[in-house]
């Protein structure tokens, strides 16, 4: 069996969830609400402040949606009760970020400034040279920081461009002069 789908998902104090037809799950915390419809041949149980999910054979693609669905629930109930963030930072001689209000200004070096606006429900803060994007849905946190990344990826001669806070750039040692 797989071992992250048979895992039980806590249900936290003032988090409420409905499971409808088609296993379309509603998930509603203190933070907000997400919805999202999972794999149907799923079953998905309450009972006492707890939510397993079964699988109903052992074929490969039953298997492989058991654990995927066990994740997407477990981020969902933890979007709605903490939320989630990623880290950038901007590194480069010239490179900043501003906002105002829900639209992101980036000076990259380039001949114009990148503006992005904020999608529902993510908020982005710019602290000095870092963006921090948060939100409750992971998936979208997650795409949208890969956004903001992807207009200037860090370069491995200087490190200059847009980095996630944990990553690390592998350098490479640039040219020699002849002599």
């Known amino acids: ?56 054979n052992d074929q490969k693609r039953e298997k492989s949606m058991h654990g995927l669905t066990r994740a997407l629930l477990n981020n969902m109930v933890v979007g709605v009760t903490d939320g989630f963030q990623k880290d950038l930072e901007v590194n480069g001689v010239g490179y900043r970020a501003a906002k105002s209000g829900k639209k992101l200004t980036l000076s990259l070096g380039y001949s114009h400034p990148v503006e992005m606006e904020d999608p529902e429900g993510i908020e982005t803060v710019v602290e000095g040279n870092k963006i921090i994007v948060k939100g409750i849905d992971k998936e979208a946190v997650g795409q949208f920081a890969a956004e903001i990344r992807e207009k200037r990826k860090p370069e491995p001669y200087k490190g200059k461009g847009i980095k996630y806070a944990d990553e690390t750039i592998r350098r490479k040692v640039g040219k020699t002069g002849k002599k």
């Open 1 to 56: 069996m797989s071992r992250i789908g048979r895992m039980p998902i806590a249900i936290p104090a003032g988090v409420t969830v409905d499971v409808a037809e088609n296993n379309t799950v509603t998930v509603k915390g203190p933070k907000g609400t997400l919805t999202r419809t999972l794999p149907a041949e799923m079953q998905i149980t309450q009972e006492d402040g707890e939510i397993k999910i079964t699988r109903p």
